[in-house]
């Protein structure tokens, strides 16, 4: 199952790839017609100028070409060769001028000679390229033909909602970005992952609704909470999803509050696994958990990764390819998140019906049940703790927590009490 499940995955990585990504421009809309080829996605369009909260909707910025050519007309730097090479948001240039008064607007990786790096100016009108050390060095002095066949202008930026109705309104809400041009880890991996649990969770006819997110980093995100600011008060948990295929450790990064369900239940569900993992504390840095874990929001939404952002050589330049993410480590991000959405559903408050001592649990047919089962004491340890510690002040999983038992266990035992009508909600 997780290696087919990967290789879709990774094929829809390969696919996005070569998409010149930026806030705002028809490489969105291009990912999320792709991506609404998986999944049904309602595409939204916001305006230049509107007004989000402190900050207003940019110019939409497009590009179809760019370059740097020598005298002989050779392209030394192509965008078609890289979308890296151009610094996002750059305004249009045709200009011809020498090495030397070129070099500011040039962006390189000293330290990684051969990468490329990738760089943005969505705020300060201004335009550049990068490339690689190793390019830089192998130029002659020279006048140099530049051009980017960009424009900014009024349009739109562009985001797209996924839900998956569930039995009640309360919201788990799944958020990705779609701003990165040819990045694998740091966007892709995280669409492909989103995608994958949005069509998983379709057949599963879950209790939360769940809404998916597929946003520009920042701008998205405080774009969508401005629009839907009324609705914020449903969400009940939330991840944001980012650098999901790399092949390191599961790093997991707290909601502000800290001891948000959703941070209690990953930590759970990572530590029952036995994967190797961190979980670090919130920190107003990172990706769009900073916004929805502004003061004025504070859901409890934390961050999923891999090896997190900026803690692998790869990061943010051109070595973060297809080839750097795999299947396997996104079928394995994608089960994590899968574990933890049935931590969630499953998590209830409930009352045992009978709390005056022990409920003879015999002449209910609860130890027969147990009969056969090879983990028989481990079943029964945790009907014994649901019911005394189910005083509706502690969830199931408080119970897991106390007991050291496993969430499943612990859930599977709350089930069969309640149907031999010892428990209630
Ligand atoms: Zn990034």
Known sequence: MSTDLGREMHALVERLYPLCRSITGDGVRSTLDI???????????????TQVFDWTVPREWNIRDAYIADSSGARVVDFRASNLHVVGYSTP???????????????TLPEQPDLIPYRTSYYEPDWGFCLAQSTLDSLPDGRYRVVID???????????EHVVPGRVADEVLVSCHVCHPSLANDNLAG???????????????????YRFLFIPGTIG?????????????RIRHGL????????GSLTYKRSRRGDAE??????????A???????VDFSPYGYDERQFCSPGFNLGVGCLTRTPYAGYPEYHTSADTPDFVTPEAMADTLETVWEVVGVLEGNRHYVNLSPYGEPQLGKRGLYESLGGRSDTKQAQLAMLWVLNLSDGDHSLLDIAERSGLPFAAVAAAADALHDADLLKE
């Open 35 to 49: 991506v609404g080829e998986l999944i049904p996605l309602t595409v939204h369009e916001v305006p230049t100028g």
């Open 93 to 107: 240039v045709d200009t011809t001028m020498t090495l030397d008064e070129l070099r500011p607007h040039l962006h």
């Open 150 to 160: 960009s424009t900014l202008a009024d349009g739109h930026l562009t985001y797209a």
């Open 191 to 209: 669409v492909a992952v989103a995608s994958a649990l949005a069509r998983r969770l379709a057949g599963a006819n879950p209790r939360y609704t």
């Open 221 to 233: 995100s405080i774009t969508w909470l401005a629009r839907n600011h009324e609705r914020v008060g």
């Open 240 to 247: 944001v999803l980012a650098c999901a295929g790399d092949p």
């Open 262 to 271: 959703i941070d209690r239940v990953v930590a759970h569900v990572l530590a």
């Open 273 to 279: 696994s036995g994967r190797p993992h961190r979980i």
